[in-house]
């Protein structure tokens, strides 16, 4: 256990100390962020005011901003619940290039205690990293006066985020298993950091894209990370709106914003999300342990010298 300990620490001190490594796993997060102060917010803001417009409402503008803010907290949040964990799999990689795995499974060290101490550095990077942006997103909220949540809602999206991360994490560690060169795994990185923002409707609205996409995003873990984030960091404010908007418009802008997810022409509600995240994270662990982690090094003891 002090072996599993000390090699966690040692893997995520190694990537903490990498300025540049952390600011590449914020990255689509940063791009989020930028959109929505230089052009998204203002844009998303005007379109749910002019919609009001035309249905009667008056006097919703903060409502409208809460809502939007919180909208872009969400899809900050939950592009880093993804990038962060994949790109603190990049130790895996470079520890392999350098021969390190060969090194730990040449000493006393029980086989498990490397891949294992891969996995809980990953979990703990991704959770620093991403309680970091969770706090300074509602700071935001609550300087900006955007701040419609209760005590509920912020102990909920703790918990979807710890959940979110540990299934993010599984996958990326099973599949950095497989890579062997860095080049390949910032061929990756930079793919799926430039698109996941795009898949889990952090960009603009799932509603948006055609059928195929949308169907597509409801295959992938993050949807629904996002999707139970939107229900929890939004819900205050579409309570709001509902107060002095007409049912009919509130309901169209909790579908227009994928509070539900549309899984093959099905709602998926937030009960459901979550049991389908819980039960994804399950699966890539025991895929992970099933396969050993792919760290094929790791089951190869060094011969003794007769």
């Given amino acids: 256990m002090n072996a599993l300990l000390c090699m966690t620490a040692r893997n995520l001190k190694i990537f903490l100390k990498d300025k540049a490594n952390i600011f590449f796993s914020l990255l689509a997060p940063l791009i989020v962020l930028a959109l929505y102060v230089l052009f998204l917010g203002r ?11 035309a249905a009667g409402v ?32 990049g130790l895996i990689v470079q520890d392999k290039k350098r021969g390190i795995v060969k090194d730990f499974a040449a000493s006393a060290v029980s086989g498990w205690v490397a891949p294992l101490s891969y996995f809980f ?5 991704g959770l620093v990293l991403c309680f970091a942006v969770f706090l300074l997103g509602l700071g935001w909220l609550a300087l900006s006066g955007s701040w419609y949540l209760t005590v509920a809602d912020v102990f909920g999206a703790i918990g979807v985020l710890i959940l979110s991360v540990v299934c993010s994490s599984a996958l990326c560690v099973f599949i950095a298993g497989f890579l062997r060169s860095e080049g390949a795994f910032m061929g990756l990185n930079v793919i799926f950091g430039t698109v996941v923002g795009f898949l889990i409707g952090a960009y603009m609205p799932v509603s948006m894209f055609p059928a195929g996409i949308r169907y ?20 205050g404010a579409l309570d709001s709106l509902a107060e002095i908007a007409p049912a009919e418009a509130v309901d ?24 389908v995240l819980a039960g994804m994270a399950l699966l890539f662990i025991a895929v992970m342990v099933l396969f050993g982690f792919v760290f094929p090094e790791q089951r190869k003891k060094p011969k003794k010298n007769l």
């Avoid at 597509?216 to 819900?235: D, E, H, K, Q, V």
């Avoid at 579908?255 to 539900?260: H, L």
Wanted: aromatic residues 10%.
């Fill in 58 to 89: 008056t006097g919703a503008e903060q409502s409208v901003q809460a809502f939007c803010d919180a909208w872009m907290l969400v899809g900050t949040l939950a592009s880093s619940c993804i990038t962060v964990p994949l790109c603190a799999c």
């Fill in 216 to 235: 597509f995003t409801a295959l992938i873990p993050g949807s629904y990370s996002a999707g139970l984030f939107r229900n929890l960091l939004m819900g």
């Fill in 252 to 275: 169209s802008l909790a579908e227009q914003f994928s509070f539900n997810i549309d899984f093959f022409g099905r709602d998926v509600v937030p009960p459901v999300m979550a049991l």
């Fill in 43 to 53: 844009v998303q803001a005007d379109g749910i005011n002019e919609s009001l417009a």
């Fill in 121 to 125: 550095s990953v979990i703990a990077a």
